[in-house]
């Protein structure tokens, strides 16, 4: 696999800090998503609905826009009896991003969102390996086919299903990227260390084109786990796409702190900690992102953050607190991402 002839990489070689998406999840809760609907249904039934969101994004400033295919493994379908249309949802998912990336007036990437399965690889749970991989390039195959330039494996819990995602992509001859969700007491779910994030996939086929954090459990804490990723391989292309501030439960509704001011802070913050690819999760609305892009187009470099610094400008790490109070966080197998 050639990177250097890859979209992805040539966009970054070009413009050296690339601006990705805000959340998906969230924002097509807004636009009437029910609870527990397939977001994925909506590129059949409402693909004007997604057409805009992408088109949003862009108008924005994003550099990249991830499909709406994030829970598009048959495992996750078959909770919507839709595990038969695998090939077809992700098709149409990436063909909605790449018709929007194509009448953008700059050269905008199309990311295929690919999430956990959200089943429990052996032995802890009954998904094979050879299952898991087998899962992800049915997935991919309908990515591929609809245009996306990159796999983007995402919210990754679980460093052997990272290599599963990370095998398909092969197979199917994408390159590809990964992030780990960082959410329980710093490190992921299944105990992955931010800074050991670099070697999970870095054998399989080419290596990833980059690696980082997504969605978590806030943004000072994915600037923590950014730093430790940046300090653990200063060379490396890391990714940063963390939630909108903090979630808070109003009622039965989740709502996200973050301003875009303070989105707009965290996004310099990233370039200052080494990301070069940065961007929201959960809560992060167009409007979000288009401060982060002003940030990031006036930028002035800074000394590389510490964590006191981060959390003057951001707020306090939530982590910390979970893991001193023997809180729990939830289960990210069964979150959407944004």
């Given amino acids: 696999m050639a990177t250097a002839t890859n979209p992805l990489s040539a ?67 078959k909770l919507h009896k839709a595990e038969d249309r695998v090939f077809a949802l992700n098709k149409k998912a990436a063909e909605i991003a790449r018709s929007v990336a194509d009448k953008a007036p700059r050269k905008v990437i199309v ?33 591929k086919a609809g245009g996306v330039d990159v796999a983007w494996i995402e919210t990754m819990s679980s460093p052997e299903e990272i290599r599963a995602a990370a095998e398909a992509a092969v197979k199917v001859d994408l390159p590809y990227i990964y992030t780990g969700s960082f959410d329980t007491a710093g490190r992921t779910m299944m105990g992955l260390d931010p800074k050991n994030i ?18 978590g459990v806030g943004a000072s804490d994915i600037l923590a786990s950014l730093l430790d990723m940046t300090a653990a391989d200063p060379s490396a292309t890391v990714i940063v796409k963390g939630n909108c501030g903090i979630p808070e439960f109003r009622g039965s509704e989740i709502y996200y702190s973050g301003t875009p001011p303070l989105m707009a802070d965290y996004a310099t913050l990233a370039r200052d900690a080494g990301a070069k690819i ?10 979000h992102l288009a401060a982060m892009r002003a940030a990031l187009d006036s930028y002035t470099p800074g000394p590389r953050p ?11 790490l939530r982590n910390k607190t979970a893991s001193q109070s023997g809180e729990q966080e939830g289960s990210r197998r069964n979150r959407r991402r944004g």
Wanted: charged letters at 20%.
């Fill in 11 to 77: 966009l970054l070689a070009e413009k050296g800090v690339l601006l990705a998406d805000g959340a998906t999840g969230t924002n097509l809760f807004a636009m009437g998503l029910e609870a527990g609907e397939a977001p994925e249904l909506w590129n059949e039934s409402q693909p004007e609905k997604i057409v805009k969101l992408h088109q949003d994004f862009v108008d924005a400033g994003a550099d990249i826009i991830l499909t709406n295919s994030f829970g598009g493994t048959r495992h996750r379908l």
């Fill in 278 to 287: 940065i961007g929201g999760c959960c809560g992060t609305s167009c409007n």
């Fill in 111 to 143: 990311g295929g969102s690919v999430g956990p399965t959200g089943e429990l690889l052996q032995p802890l749970g009954s998904l094979t390996y050879e299952d898991a991989v087998a899962a992800f390039v049915e997935q991919m195959e309908g990515l």
């Fill in 306 to 316: 510490t964590i006191e610094t981060i959390v003057e400008r951001i707020g306090p």
């Fill in 198 to 215: 670099h070697g999970v996939a870095k054998d399989i086929g080419g290596g990833p084109l980059a690696v980082g954090a997504n969605c």
